[in-house]
Structure formats: C-alpha cells, structure tokens
C-alpha cells in the first residue's frame, strides 16, 4: 500500500473520513475529529459510546465497499497489515483518497499522530499525542528508567488451538522491548508462529504474557497452558490485548502498561470471557 496521496497543511483538513483500523479510528476521535468520521469497522469499538453512532461498514478484510462509496469520503484512513491491498487500490481506482499507514514501534506510533494532526487540520492534538508517547520513551531510556523488569524475557501469546504468539518483528514486540523486555522468539519469521506446548517450555520465558484479544484467554486457558506446559504459574501474566496492538493515542499508557508487565506480580486473566472457547 502506498503511504497516501494527500498533502499537509490542508487547513480545516477533510469532512468526511471513513476509518478501516481500529486504532485509527482511536485516533480519530483523540484528535477532536468525531464529527467528521462517517463510518468505521465493526471492530473499531474504543471508545465504545463515542464511536457507537458511528455507521459500520464490516471487518477489516471485508469491508462493504460499495456501502463506503455511497457515504462520498474525502479521506479512508488504512493500516496496511490490518487492510487488503486490493481493497486500498479498488477505493483509489474509483478516485476516493486513501491514506495508509503501519507503525513498527511506538516511536513510528508518535510519528503517526503528529502526521494525522497535520493532515485532519488538528495540528495541536497530534503535536500532544505524540510529545505525551516521546516523553514517556524518554523516560524509559534512562538508567533507571526500565525498573525491575529490564532484560526479563517474554512471550506473548495472542491464539490458542494452536498456541500463537507474536515475533519479534510486529508492533507489540518492540513497545515491550522499549519497556526493557527481550522477546524469547529471536527469528524474525513467521511474525506470528504457531508453537507446542514443548517449544514454549524450551524456550523458558520469566512472562508468558496472555493477551485478551484477539483470542480473549480467561483464567482457564491459563491453567491449561500451566499444566501442559509445566511452567512455573508466576510465569503467566494477562495482558491488555488492545493496549499492546493498537498504536496511537494509548501508546503511552501501553508502555506504562509493558512495564508493569515485566516489573509486577502476575494477574490473573478474566475469570470468564464470554464466547471463548
């Protein structure tokens, strides 16, 4: 996908934006620009009673296109991991303007931002947003910024039947790196592996971090995972799925997040967490 074909400093900046990523549509509303988001994804749930009035238009593989043509755009905001390409070059084929994006740390999440500011004509928003994710990783790079957790390794896992987790090469990884963490999963490919119980026991991570989306793990898939695995229980650790995958406005407290993470005692997922299996 290319990054977009739409000039700064576009003063009040477009009216009507369609949004296909979640964390996009975040941003959308972090930068003061909910009034002119005309439609979202079904999964673009946060902040839920903001964007609920906020016409869905499907997932973010399947979005309904024709549907988003008759809404008449002026900007589709895209991430180019969470969108198909085809979609991205049907929409500009029929001359709607796309902008695509896909942040690799939260440091490209603070550039984000600042760039979404200039180009919703909320230059002031995006300029805070991203200073508030500059400040925080500031802080973290110094000496005793890390805290305890510095150097713990980890694994997060995000599916279960089979085990998946997250490479070194995604989003997620490098915002636990930056809180001082080292990812067990030293190859950069596949990005998301599928594992056994065994390679997870081999690998011998300090945190198994369990993420609640997009598989919702609860408390039982935890005991499972301590019993197959034979892992000490301090090990497993729920973590806040959207926090560690969504870049943008909730990156700062994502690295707070990442550090309590490797820092703290463990927590225990939801007790229950309804449709899972």
Request: proline letters at 10%; charged letters at 25%; one cysteine or more.
């Amino acid at each position: 996908m290319s990054a977009g074909r739409i000039a700064a400093g576009t003063g009040a900046g477009p009216q009507r934006i369609v949004s296909l990523c979640p964390s996009l549509s975040e941003a959308v509303v972090a930068l003061g620009c909910l009034p002119r988001l005309v439609g979202r994804t079904k999964f673009c749930v946060y902040p839920a009673s903001l964007l609920a009035p906020v016409e869905p238009l499907g997932g973010t593989k399947d979005p309904r296109l024709e549907r988003l043509l008759e809404l008449a755009p002026d900007l589709v905001l895209m991430n180019a991991e969470e969108n198909r390409r085809e979609d991205h070059e049907w929409l500009e084929a029929r001359g709607l303007r796309c902008h695509a994006s896909l942040p690799k740390g939260p440091e490209d999440a603070a550039a984000l931002l600042r760039e979404l500011g200039t180009l919703l004509g909320a230059e002031p928003a995006g300029e805070r947003l991203a200073r508030g994710i500059e400040e925080r990783l500031a802080r973290l790079r110094q000496p005793a910024g890390a805290g305890p957790g510095a150097g713990r390794s980890f694994l997060g896992l995000i599916w279960r039947r089979p085990w998946m987790a997250f490479g070194p090469d995604t989003y997620a990884s490098r915002l636990l790196e930056a809180a001082g963490g080292r990812n067990v999963l030293g190859a950069p490919e596949p990005r998301y592996p599928a594992l056994s119980a065994e390679q997870i026991r081999s690998l011998d991570p300090e945190r198994v971090l369990l993420l609640s989306e997009p598989f919702p793990f609860a408390a039982r898939h935890r005991l499972e995972l301590e019993q197959a695995t034979g892992l000490p229980p301090e090990r497993f650790q729920a973590a806040d799925g959207r926090l560690l995958t969504w870049h943008g406005p909730s990156t700062a407290a994502a690295l707070e997040h990442a550090l309590e993470l490797l820092s703290g005692p463990a927590a225990e997922p939801a007790s229950s967490a309804p449709g899972a299996p």
